[in-house]
């Protein structure tokens, strides 16, 4: 691998975490039925898509692509943040994390199949149903700003 790719990657590492640190802090809030930014989240999401296509991470790529969907149909409303949701997420977020984990320490990695495959069964429609919410639960968190 070229310096040039290396330092690329390192730039990356650091930029992909800050993203899905923020991310996974706006799902928590949401998980808690808390107030988050859904303009931020996308944001952050869209610029993950773009640092990957930069240092040439399709795998990364295609994933962030998918989380731009999911809160784009969430900020329009065709899909919730509930559990289920979070979850897909969550996942979609830790196949990212361990894919660039494992380029980062020189091995060709397997590209997240189960996580790529929960944020397409969310897209789809096909996640699995969220356990019964409690009462406190029961309303959905507001987001601050639509996509």
Known sequence: MSDLRQELLAAFGIEHQEHLAAIRAALDAAAQGQPYDLRDVFRRAHSLKGAARAVDLPVVEEMAHRLEAVFSRVGEGALALDA???AAVQQGLDG?????????????A???LAAQQALEGLLNGEAAPAPAPTAAAARPPEATAPV
């Open 110 to 112: 397997p590209p997240p």
């Open 84 to 86: 289920a949701s979070i």
């Open 96 to 108: 990212i994390e361990g894919y660039v984990a494992a380029l980062s320490l020189g091995s060709a």
